[in-house]
């Protein structure tokens, strides 16, 4: 069974970088072709696309979130990993990662953004 | 940026059926969208129901189906439960990324 956890800090200030990390179980994010993504869901809000990178490692970012993005995969601990740049309280969110096909998600991580 | 429309919300009757659709602003759902449909519940992760328009996952009832119906890609609840109360999200595969939906509020009641 293919298990996802996202970790990171709860709390990121503004103009600051949020950084969070999906560690992966059941599954090597070197094989097979899947996307691994994040998405995200302010509160009162609808689901948000942020990105995906492919197991060939070719990445696809929300147009509107591209020029502060930066997905990543770490093959040695079995990790992916996102960077948003410039945070400002819009990106307040609770954060999922998850790997597509089929569907497989994390159990989502509440990132506050507030000084 | 494609825009993605759902109903914003539906009811129905403990075993009756709905069916929730997913359509584009680009014109037709295809195939080639890979439309998935997820359920939320409140406090909970999405979970994935049906992807690549009607592919089920282990734990989708089968009373949960996914098909391409007059354009938009569909998700039919056929003998409804109480607890398939929930928010039911789509999302479409455009320019080799993922666009959401606003999100199906569905009351069994």
């Known amino acids: 069974q293919v298990q996802l956890q996202e970790s990171g800090p709860g709390l990121v200030k503004p103009s600051q970088t949020l950084s969070l990390t999906c560690t992966v179980s059941?599954?090597?994010?070197?094989?097979?072709?899947?996307?691994w993504s994040w998405i995200r869901r302010p509160a009162g809000k609808g689901l948000e696309y942020i990105g995906r990178?492919?197991?060939?490692?070719?990445?696809n970012y929300n147009p509107s979130l591209k020029s502060r993005v930066t997905i990543s995969l770490d093959t040695s601990k079995n990790q992916f990993s996102l960077q948003l740049s410039s945070v400002t309280a819009a990106d307040t969110a609770v954060y999922y990662c998850?790997?597509?096909?089929?569907?497989?998600w994390g159990q989502g991580t509440l990132v506050t953004v507030s000084s | 940026q494609a825009v993605v429309t759902q109903e914003s919300s539906l009811t129905v009757s403990p075993g009756g059926t709905v069916t929730l659709t997913c359509g584009s602003s680009?014109?037709?759902?295809?195939?080639?969208?890979?439309p998935y449909w997820l359920q939320q519940k409140p406090g909970q992760a999405p979970r994935t129901l049906i992807y690549?328009?009607?592919n089920k996952l282990s734990w989708t009832p089968a009373r949960f189906s996914g098909s391409l119906l007059g354009g938009k890609a569909a998700l039919t609840l056929s003998g409804a439960q109480p607890e398939d109360e929930a928010e039911f999200h789509c999302?479409?595969?455009?320019?080799?990324?993922?666009?959401f939906g606003g999100g199906t509020k569905l009351t069994v009641l």
């Open positions: 998850a790997r597509l096909p089929p569907g497989y």
């Open positions: 059941g599954d090597s994010i070197s094989s097979g072709r899947y996307f």
């Open positions: 990178i492919h197991t060939s490692g070719s990445t």
């Open positions: 680009t014109g037709d759902v295809t195939s080639y969208h890979y």
């Open positions: 690549d328009t009607n």
């Open positions: 999302f479409l595969t455009h320019n080799g990324g993922c666009v």
